[in-house]
Each structure stands twice: as structure tokens, then as C-alpha cells.
């Protein structure tokens, strides 16, 4: 409309004083409700009763006079309107909070993003064993497999592995680069999928509760140790946290076919305990918008779509019939040991756990938003980011006495000053957890620097060459930190009483076989444990704890060399909260390190 004219008037008719004769007309009508408009009032569904409303009609004259205000017009355009009439202030008066523009956010995110996925390290070795493993097996033909995929059981999908082994394959078909390489490829895609979905979420935040809780919000995002941990987490818990993204966004901007089909993909290709995120929208849908046919309509679209290749996946590498999401259910719910096989945290964990990855926000979030694991949060963290960014944005109102105009600058400190807190404990924690705990992943990583040493490495003359873990069982970041097939990770008896892992068996249908010697009671099953006598390689914890299962590798030097070594907090002796949040200098002086060890057999020799 611009286009063709210098200006535009918008004129606002209303009629005031109780002589005017549309005033008695509308007072002899039926009385409508008086709603409170706001950006976030969802559109009545009664149209003609809202406008009976005078009210109504004041405070809808009110918004659309802001967003005039907002609307920056083309230079030399001008738009003029006459909202001082419905209101006590001219228009020149309202305020909208700057909040930086979806492009900017997006590579602020993303950038976040690509940090957690090169330096977080992997929190539960659930991701590695039930996750990375079965994918190297998909793409590399060997891996590490537990009893979940066990096709007795069946409670793991394949269909999530290849989720993200389709990348991943197309990536290995073009570079044919190093199986490192891979890992750190994968994982830069995770944090990808990840900024593009909370980019959705923040530009639906800014459109449904305003500029000022979407700022809010980017900042927790940004910032969050919650975020960094799993963010490029290869779990169904985040792909979960993904598809909420997706939903909630989706829902705040009433796109009802995207939220419900988020919601099917997140319980059905993720975690099906995630569905339950979805009863608000459902609630929403068939209560209050009245549209029960349409929300039972896409929820069954939705579920044929992820479930018919889910279940066709799954069969076909299983080799008959498998709902995995049901399983898993089944497995969960009504097993007595499902959900507490491998113990349980107390209620404290997750009050503990939360502050930790949100520090202030969880406290705050707790207000407004009503597992045995960490990963089991994943899927609620943006809501603990949103949670909190709506209490800070109410408490800048409150404080705040003309809170249809402008933000007191008090409030704005306020809110400033808790992101510059909130941020840097959050940094902090990062940190902490990056400079205690990621020696696994930089040891194991030495690995393929030992296949280009001309005194180690793939000149051993072995024709395999085995790399040894015995109590490090569980932080051992997956085969594709292995130089290739002839390396091959072996376990040696420790204090762990639970059932390890075993190879997939050869062959193209190992998954189709029952594996012999697994349970699903974790109970110790010890044709897993090789004798130390094989072993060329060693990664150990070199603690002062010592066992005669668990020695010091380290001290024995008649029989091992220290090939690279790296620090690793020794939590039980630190300060527990110089351990929690890294201070320079301090954490230093409260904290313990114990060497994480790379050893070298002196039995085998090498070939020069």
C-alpha cells in the first residue's frame, strides 16, 4: 500500500459519553466479557461479543496503536495516526524492548552451539553404548552391543540411530576421513538442528510474549550449562528437547499441524515419556479452541508418519515385528525392574543437578513451570529458559507503575544484572566441567596420533591391537576414537559388578542374532574380561584407591610406559563447589587432579 502513496492515516472511531445514541444501543444489548488485550490474548472466538465490549475495544485500539508505533515505514513514508483519542498517552509515548533480530540470534546460538559440540564431553555412557556404538556398527560393520538391542529384547530403535548415520554416511562416502573426524562431524550437526530449533522457539517467544521475554531467553539459552551438556548430546532425550522446541514454538503461534506432529515425532523416534510435554497443546486444542476432530485428526497422521518407517526400520534390523516406543514402555512401566536397574537418584538430585546447568533460572523457572538420570531433564530445559524469562519479565512489570509504556530503567538493571550473573556462573560451570572431565576424550584422541608414530601405534607388529580398560569401562567415548578395525577396545576386571557390553557378532545380520551371555538384569556375565597379559594399550584413572582388581597401572613400571597423560578432577577431594564452578586461581588450590593415563605395554615390541 506504501507503494503508491506519501501517507496513511489510521483513524480510530469511538463512541464516548452516555448521551450518544451508539452507547444506548449497545447498553440495550446482550453484555459481552471484558478480556484483557494483550500481544498474548489469543483471538476471541466469539468476534461480536468481544466488540460489545467498550473495553474491549479500547484496549484492542491500544495495541493496534503500538504495533503502528513499532512499524518502522520505508524512508520519506509516513503513517499518521489519531491513537491519543483512546488512550491517556499520545503514541509517541509506547515502548517495544529492542530484542536482536532472528539472523543475529541464529549465529549467536549456533556459535554456542559448535562450542558444546567440540568441548562438552559425553555425560552418561549411555550415549556411547546405546547411541554411538550400534551407529559404528551401522556404518563401520563393528561395534560395541548391549541387551537392549538384543532382538529378545528390543527396547532401542534403529530408526533414531539412523536418524543421524544418514549424514554421517553420506559424510564417510565423501571424505572417507578419519572415524574421529566423523564423531566431531555428527556432533557439529547435533548443535546445527539444535540452534535452528531454538531459533523457532525464540522468534515465536518474541511474537506471543513480547521482545523483552525473548531477549530474556536468548540470553539463558546462550549462556546455559543445561544447553551446552545437551545440545550435541547423541540421545533420544535431546532430540526430544529438539522436537519441544519445535512444539512450543509451534503452539505459541497457534501452527497446530506442526506442534502435534513435533510432539509424535519427539515420543515416538525419541523418548515416548516426552509425549506427555504435549498435554498442554492437546488441552489447548480440545478445550478451549474446540477442535477435538482436528487434534485426533493430525495426531493420526502424525503417528502413521513416524511410526510406519520407525517400525519397518526396526523389524527389518531386528528380524520380525518391533514397536520399539511400546517396548520401551512396556519395559519401563510395567517390568519390576525397569526404571531402577541401574539405581536411582534422590529427589535432591534433580534440585541439585538443576542448579548446577541453571543456577538462578532453575529457582526462578520453578515458579512459573510446575528421572533417575540428568539426560531425563533435557527435554524441559528451554522451559526452565522460558520459565524463568517470563518471572524476570513479570518482575520488571511489577516494578514498573506505567507498564503499558516503557520499562523503568530500574526494572532494566534489574534484568541486566541478573543475565551478567546468570551468564557468568554459567560459563563457570561450562568450564569446570570442561577442565575436569574432558581428559577421556583428549587421551583417546591420542590414539590416532600413535598410528602415524613410527615407534608405536599400527607398527606394533600384532596383527590386533588391543586397547585396555578395566574401572574406565564407562567413559570410554565409542570405537570412533579407535584408528581403525585393527584396534579393539577390551575389558579387564575391576570392582563393576554389572554386565558390559560385547561385540556385535560378524556377519551382515548380527542384529537379526540373539547374542549369547546377555541378560537383562545387569548381572556380571565375565566371558566379557581378557587377562592384562594382551593388552598393548591401557587407559586408566591412576587413583590412590587401590584394589587388587583396580592397581596402579602407572607404578608399575617393569610392565608399562606413560604414553600421554592428562588431568581429571578427583571430585571426592575437591571443594565441592570449586569442583562445580571453575574459579581461576582458587579451583586451583581446592581442587584435586589425578592423572588420566595413556600406558604402553613394554611386552610387545614395535617394528621400526
Known amino acids: 500500500m506504501l507503494l503508491d502513496v506519501v501517507r496513511i492515516y489510521v483513524v480510530y472511531g469511538v463512541y464516548r459519553g452516555e448521551d450518544s445514541l451508539k ?13 484483557r488485550v494483550t500481544n498474548n490474548t489469543f483471538f476471541p472466538v466469539n468476534w461480536k461479543n468481544f466488540l460489545r465490549v467498550e473495553a474491549n475495544k479500547d484496549g484492542l485500539f491500544r495495541l493496534l496503536a503500538n504495533a503502528i508505533w513499532e512499524f518502522q515505514p520505508p524512508h520519506g513514508k509516513q503513517i499518521i495516526s489519531n ?149 550435541a548430546a547423541f540421545l533420544p532425550s535431546s532430540f526430544a528437547m529438539y522436537m519441544t522446541l519445535l512444539a512450543m514454538g509451534a503452539w505459541f503461534t497457534k501452527h497446530y499441524p506442526l506442534a502435534i506432529f513435533s510432539i509424535a515425532a519427539s515420543s515416538i523416534v525419541g523418548w515416548p515419556f516426552a509425549g506427555a510435554l504435549g498435554i498442554p497443546i492437546a488441552l489447548d486444542v480440545i478445550i478451549r479452541q474446540k477442535k477435538l476432530l482436528m487434534f485426533v485428526g493430525l495426531s493420526l497422521i502424525s503417528a502413521v508418519i513416524c511410526l510406519t518407517p520407525t517400525v519397518a526400520i526396526d523389524s527389518y534390523y531386528y528380524g520380525k515385528f ?41 529457582l526462578l523457572a520453578l515458579g512459573v513451570v510446575p528421572f533417575v538420570e540428568e539426560r531425563f531433564l533435557f527435554p524441559i530445559y528451554p522451559m526452565f529458559s522460558l520459565g524463568a524469562a517470563l518471572f524476570l519479565d513479570h518482575l520488571q512489570v511489577r516494578s514498573t507503575r506505567k507498564t503499558h509504556y516503557t520499562l523503568s530503567r530500574s526494572s532494566q538493571t534489574i534484568a541486566l544484572g541478573f543475565c551478567l550473573v546468570f551468564a557468568t556462573m554459567s560459563f563457570s560451570r561450562s568450564l569446570a566441567l570442561f577442565k575436569g572431565y574432558h581428559a577421556p576424550l583428549d587421551i583417546y584422541g591420542e590414539l590416532t596420533q600413535l598410528t602415524s608414530d613410527s615407534a608405536s601405534g599400527d607398527h606394533l607388529s600384532s596383527s590386533q591391537i588391543n586397547v585396555c580398560v578395566g574401572k574406565e569401562w564407562y567413559r570410554f567415548p565409542s570405537n570412533f576414537f579407535l584408528p581403525n578395525k585393527r584396534w579393539k577396545l577390551q575389558y579387564l576386571k575391576s570392582e563393576f559388578r554389572g554386565q558390559l557390553p560385547k561385540p556385535y557378532a560378524d556377519g551382515v545380520n548380527a542384529t537379526n542374532v540373539i547374542p549369547s551371555e546377555m541378560n537383562d538384569k545387569n548381572l556380571e ?84
Not at 23 to 35: E, K, Y
Not at 146 to 153: C, I, N, V
Request: hydrophobic fraction near 40%; proline fraction near 4%; charged fraction near 15%.
Open 525 to 608: 556375565e565375565l566371558t566379557r574380561y581378557v587377562d592384562v597379559s594382551v593388552c598393548h594399550y591401557l587407559i586408566d584413572l591412576d587413583l590412590p584407591d587401590v584394589t587388587a582388581n583396580e592397581p596402579q597401572y602407572a607404578k608399575d613400571k617393569q610392565h608399562w610406559r606413560i604414553i600421554r597423560s592428562a588431568d581429571f578432577l578427583y571430585s571426592q577431594r575437591s571443594h565441592r563447589f570449586f569442583r562445580a564452578f571453575y574459579i581461576p586461581f582458587l579451583s586451583e588450590q581446592h581442587c584435586v587432579y589425578a592423572k588420566y593415563n595413556l600406558l604402553q605395554s613394554t611386552a610387545y615390541k614395535t617394528d621400526s
Open 322 to 362: 518391533v514397536v520399539a516406543p511400546l517396548n520401551i514402555i512396556l519395559y519401563n512401566v510395567f517390568s519390576d525392574h525397569g526404571p531402577d536397574l541401574y539405581g536411582v537418584e534422590p529427589w535432591t538430585f534433580y534440585f541439585v543437578n538443576g542448579f548446577l546447568n541453571y543456577n538462578f533460572v532453575f
Open 23 to 35: 452507547a444506548q444501543t449497545r447498553q440495550n444489548r446482550d453484555a459481552g466479557n471484558q478480556l
Open 83 to 231: 491513537s491519543h483519542h483512546v488512550s491517556d498517552k499520545p503514541a509517541s509515548s509506547y515502548y517495544t524492548p529492542w530484542a536482536p533480530s532472528a539472523y543475529t540470534a541464529f549465529k549467536a546460538l549456533l556459535s554456542a552451539r559448535l562450542c558444546a559440540a567440540i568441548w562438552s564431553q559425553i555425560s552418561d555412557c549411555d550415549e556411547t553404548y546405546n547411541y554411538w556404538e550400534p551407529l559404528h556398527y551401522l556404518i563401520h560393520g563393528h561395534g560395541f552391543q548391549t541387551w537392549e538391542y538384543s532382538p529378545q529384547f528390543a527396547i532401542r530403535s534403529y530408526a533414531y540411530v539412523w536418524l543421524y548415520g544418514i549424514p554421517l554416511k553420506l559424510y564417510v562416502m565423501l571424505t572417507q576421513g578419519h572415524s574421529m573426524l566423523e564423531f566431531y562431524f555428527l556432533r557439529t550437526v547435533m548443535g546445527f538442528i539444535c540452534a535452528l530449533c531454538e531459533i523457532f522457539f525464540y522468534r515465536s517467544v518474541c511474537r506471543c510474549f513480547g521482545n523483552n521475554v525473548g531477549r530474556l531467553l536468548l540470553c539463558i539459552q546462550l549462556f546455559s550449562s543445561g544447553m551446552f551438556i545437551s545440545s
